[in-house]
């Protein structure tokens, strides 16, 4: 089965840092955008960050840019997501997904439905 599979999700306090990542399962990574969503309960799956296929482009949500950082490592088939200075608002599950217009430079995070080969899932809690 092609998907992606993310992990790395933890319960921490407020102000901590976690990474997450996301590795293929079937495919390799290296032909498309990733972008990293979450959805806390309640909520829409929101996007959060993208990063083009050779990892030169990424882009952020207004509400991480700045403490989240996102990278690529096309050799290991992975995308990582750095989180620092965690916030109780940063609580949800991420996922990564693949999107299917993917660019070697730019990227944007464009709405879920642009996006497949979604995992299940990795539980980020921030609490104190």
């Known amino acids: 089965q092609l998907q992606l599979v993310e992990s790395g999700g933890a319960l921490v306090q407020p102000g901590a840092s976690l990474r997450l990542s996301c590795s293929a399962s079937?495919?390799?990574?290296?032909?498309?955008?990733i972008g990293w969503f979450r959805q806390a309960p309640g909520n829409e799956r929101e996007g959060v960050s993208c990063v083009s296929t050779n990892g030169s482009g990424t882009n952020y949500a207004d509400s991480v840019k700045g403490r989240f950082t996102i990278s690529r490592d096309n050799a290991k088939n992975t995308v990582y997501l750095q989180m620092n200075s965690l916030k109780a608002e940063d609580t949800a599950v991420y996922y990564c997904a693949a999107d299917w217009k993917s660019y070697p430079n730019i990227c944007t995070v464009r709405p879920k439905e642009h996006y497949g080969f979604w995992g299940q899932g990795t539980q980020v809690t921030v609490s104190s």
């Open positions: 079937g495919f390799t990574l290296d032909y498309y955008t």
